[in-house]
């Protein structure tokens, strides 16, 4: 028996160790990326995070945090540029992951975070956004449908990322 305590003794030190180191790297992701108060539940700034799917929407997305609120899923986009107002297409993409968690975990998303360079921005995920997004979805799948979609940039980095690059006449190379 006074064989098996010390090794238990390391035991127990080590796992208190990797806890505190567990722990600390979270704060430090917190506070590096302004992250909200919560549990995050979901996490793909590694890229590592898998395809959230809507059937409903036909729409799928990857977004960077799912935090839990209190009994709410609240989506959090991480950008990478400061910012002095969020930029309308961020809103979109918020509103749409948060259309996309609704419809895949059966729950209310009232808001999302955007987290800028320089600050965070809270978004309240409204009918009327909501509303732009399928307008924008609908107006997306038309173009698709009759071939008229058309690149809206001339940012090599754009096309790079871009996931109809392969098949787009009009990537830049």
Request: proline share 3%; with cysteine.
């Amino acid at each position: 028996m006074n064989e098996i305590a010390p090794l238990l003794f390391a035991l127990g030190a080590a796992s208190l160790l990797l806890s505190i180191k567990i722990s600390s790297a979270a704060r430090s992701l917190r506070l590096r990326y302004r992250l909200p108060d919560g549990d995050a539940i979901y996490s793909d700034l590694s890229g590592s995070g898998k395809i959230l799917r809507s059937e409903r929407y036909r729409l799928s997305g990857k977004p960077d945090y799912i935090i839990k609120e209190g009994r709410h899923l609240i989506p959090v986009e991480v950008k990478s540029s400061a910012a002095e107002a969020p930029y309308r297409g961020h809103q979109l993409q918020l509103a749409a992951y948060g259309m996309i968690m609704e419809d895949l975990y059966r729950t209310d998303v009232p808001y999302g975070y955007i987290v800028y360079r320089n600050r965070r921005y809270r978004i309240e995920l409204d009918d009327d956004l909501r509303a732009e997004v399928l307008d924008n979805l609908d107006g997306m799948r038309r173009a698709l449908r009759m071939r008229r979609a058309q690149r809206d940039h001339n940012e090599r980095a754009r096309c790079v990322r871009c996931s109809f690059r392969r098949s787009c006449r009009e990537a830049i190379s």
